[in-house]
């Protein structure tokens, strides 16, 4: 006979999430009914119903065709790593395609550079708190806009296989913040049928990005209060060379000019199909 002790634990387990098959068979995440702009860290300037325009790191309005290389997304399931407020995941919906949105939450660790000289338990601790704010904004955002999109939150190094197949994975200015950006790669092509987009900032110029494959290393032991969440500037040819490695070798590179602050920063986009 089962006990009624072993029914209640099936249950706690079942309902908690603490079963590691548990979570790789549901990997998505319980929306958040999140209301006030008080609770929300915006990463792009947004127009959010109700809200109005908030403002962020990055203004990509008007502009998101350009910035994932005009793909026709009609029809196909897309991953969208590092979803941040999810202005990329819910443009995408709007041109007819199933959305899976991915990032961090407070429950993992960025990849904080760890300059001997900072406090890290006290950059790891607030950079979560940063994280959770950002989710919010994507949870509020998704309720605005009537989304039906999914999100998975986890680390861009494991990515559940639960999520399954998609079609399209992009990559939104994503690589230089990442200790590891192949392995990403690597991750997400693994999920992916058809077509990867990346876009991301080249350590050079657009001439000097046609010839040059070398990364630029973003950090500065002499500066520890400078640059902690940026790792490498990928230039195109290198990042078109990972993605052919994992088997999409038919790419397409673009250029534009995006708005940062008070900056224009000048963004390619490939376009790599397998």
């Known amino acids: 006979m089962i006990s009624a002790e072993f029914l209640g634990l099936v249950f706690m387990i079942h309902n908690t999430g603490s079963s590691a098959a548990n979570l790789d068979a549901h990997p998505y995440t319980e929306p958040r009914d999140i209301s006030s702009l008080d609770e929300c860290y915006f990463y792009h300037t947004m127009d959010v119903p109700g809200h109005g325009t908030v403002k962020g790191e990055w203004d990509l309005r008007g502009v998101l065709d350009d910035y994932l290389g005009h793909f026709d997304f009609s029809g196909k399931r897309v991953l969208d790593v590092g979803a941040a407020s999810g202005i990329l995941s819910f443009h995408m919906e709007s041109k ?6 991915f990032d961090l939450s407070e429950d993992f660790d960025w990849d904080i550079v760890p300059f001997a000289e900072n406090d890290r338990d006290a950059a790891r601790a607030d950079r979560r708190k940063h994280l959770r704010k950002i989710n919010n904004s994507y949870w509020l955002c998704h309720g605005a806009y009537g989304s039906k999109a999914r999100m998975v939150n986890g680390v861009v190094y494991d990515m559940p296989a639960a999520i399954g ?14 200790r590891d950006p192949f392995l990403a790669l690597e991750n997400a092509a693994r999920l992916t049928r058809e077509t990867m987009i990346v876009s991301d900032l080249s350590p050079f110029g657009r001439f000097a990005s046609r010839f040059k494959r070398n990364p630029r290393f973003m950090p500065n032991s002499a500066e520890p209060d400078g640059i902690t969440d940026g790792w490498f500037r990928l230039p195109p040819l290198l990042v078109q060379e990972y993605l052919a490695i994992l088997g999409f070798k038919d790419s397409t590179l673009t250029w534009n000019k995006f708005k940062y602050g008070n900056r224009i920063r000048p963004i390619y986009t490939i376009v ?3």
Do not use: M, T
């Open 272 to 274: 790599a199909r397998r």
């Open 96 to 101: 007819g395609a199933e959305v899976v949105s």
């Open 165 to 178: 197949p998609v079609d399209v994975a992009v990559f939104g200015s994503i690589l230089l913040h990442l």
